[in-house]
């Protein structure tokens, strides 16, 4: 494999950093691909936190070169009968357990082909029930990464997110589903779903006891201290206060729901 051909591996999990298991999912990269390029997106999601993880990713993939194989493992399910997936989409790969961490990619990439992985054709020295990560979904990713097709991995499957279908018609219904550092509530309604004239279109976004009818560019078009709804920089709506905290100030928490309809 020559420079050129060099492949980019992300990694996410819940894994933190102060224990070998990272460490471990790198070093079976690096031993069936040599050459592979490895970019931790980040280990600290909060302990079986599979939402946020799936968050996490959906708002940093397409950042990433065309090929990039990215692993992300928060898996509570680990050894269950739940599969280990493959997604291939026009532009990315991505690997991990099926328990909706991918869903998020799926609402927004409507050609992936979906192969359930085939622990049988992935060959590696250990084999334990409680470290996919390292036995299963890394070794997946450095054979896709050395040109293995796969086929010679997993086999092809239908498949249904687990989540809710991607949302056609308003009104929408979502919810928030991740509060960042700054106390803003970011919703798992992308801006792809709000449509081209999001910005000048009017209207009713209802999260708790808030209605808003205008969503913002930036943060500063609303007043110091004033609360506003806006696309963020991960491409979903969100809520915020202008040098605040929306979250505290109105005592939301993740899975709060959110309303959203068009006004003439």
Partial sequence: MTSSQQKTITLLSDFGTNNHYVGAMKGVILNICPHAQIID??????HFQIKQAGFELACCYDDFPT?????????????????????KTKHHNFIGPDNGLFDLILQRE???????????????????????G???FSPAAAFLAK?????NIGKKISFT????PKRTDFPLEGEVIRIDHFGNCITDIHKSELGENAFSQKWQLNIA????????????????????ALIGSSGF?????????????????EGCPVHVEKQK
Avoid at 68 to 87: E, F, N, Q, W
Wanted: no cysteine; proline share 5%; hydrophobic share 30%.
């Fill in 209 to 228: 006891q808030k209605t808003f009818h205008k969503i913002a560019a930036y943060y500063s078009e609303s007043e110091h201290g004033s609360e506003t």
């Fill in 41 to 46: 997106i980040t280990h600290g999601i909060p």
């Fill in 67 to 87: 090929g990039t194989i990215h692993v992300a493992v928060v898996d509570p399910g680990v050894g269950s009968s739940r599969k280990g997936l493959l997604i």
């Fill in 237 to 253: 709506l969100e809520f915020s206060i202008n040098q605040g905290n929306f979250s505290k100030h109105n005592h939301i928490s």
């Fill in 134 to 136: 390292r036995d299963l």
């Fill in 110 to 132: 409507h050609d992936a082909e979906i192969f359930e992985l085939d622990p049988e054709k992935i060959h590696t020295p250990k084999n334990s029930h409680t470290f996919h």
């Fill in 161 to 164: 997110a687990k989540s809710k």
């Fill in 147 to 151: 040109g293995v097709s796969p086929e």
